[in-house]
Every structure is written in C-alpha cells, then in structure tokens.
C-alpha cells in the first residue's frame, strides 16, 4: 500500500514539474513576442516564476495559476520591468511597464 502511495506522489510531482516546464517556456515566448512587438530588448531570455496558486477557469475547471515576471529594455541602458500571467498555458494578462515614449520608432 506504501509503495501504491509513494509511486502516486512520484507520478503528480512529475506531472507538475512538467506542468511548470511548459508554462514558463510558454510565458517566455508570450514576453519574447511581446518585445519583439514593442521593439524592445527581452533582457536574460527568460521569465521568473513570482507566484502560483490553483485557480477555475472560465470553464470551472481547476488549472494552477501562475505570475511570471522578466525584465526588458527600451535603449539598452535601461532595465524595466514585464509581467505575464497564464492559467494553465492560456495567457490571463501581460503587462510591459513603459511609456509610448520611451518606445523606439
């Protein structure tokens, strides 16, 4: 019985290593597109996972949610800050914190 327990919790802390693996390289090409979009610089190529916790989607299915933040730049001398939210792998909210102006033409 033991074993029956122990290989069920081997099987769901895999099953969320890869649930996590896939969402955070799908927030890092959501945030890769979204500056190539704003002509800005994705800065480190990469997403930081800054919080999960479980959610309902709109369907009232039971997904994790997760926040990822990551950092840009507009010229290259600048570090500003990105969020990207997904519930599952389906993108909930993205946010670049920059002015129009700062943006280059």
């Not at 649930?19 to 190529?45: F, G, P, W, Y």
């Not at 600048?78 to 280059?104: A, C, I, T, Y």
Request: with cysteine; glycine share 4%; charged share 20%.
């Amino acid at each position: 019985m033991s074993e029956m327990i122990f290989l069920a919790s081997l099987l769901a802390l895999l099953y969320f290593w890869w649930s996590h693996t896939q969402s955070r390289e799908t927030a890092t090409k959501l945030a890769r597109t979204a500056c190539m979009r704003c002509r800005v610089q994705l800065l480190d190529e990469t997403v930081t996972l800054q919080k999960l916790r479980p959610s309902r989607s709109p369907k009232g299915h039971m997904s994790i949610a997760r926040w990822y933040s990551f950092e840009f730049s507009t010229s290259g001398n600048d570090r500003k800050s990105g969020m990207v939210s997904l519930l599952g792998n389906d993108l909930l909210q993205m946010h670049l914190q920059v002015d129009v102006e700062e943006l280059p033409d």
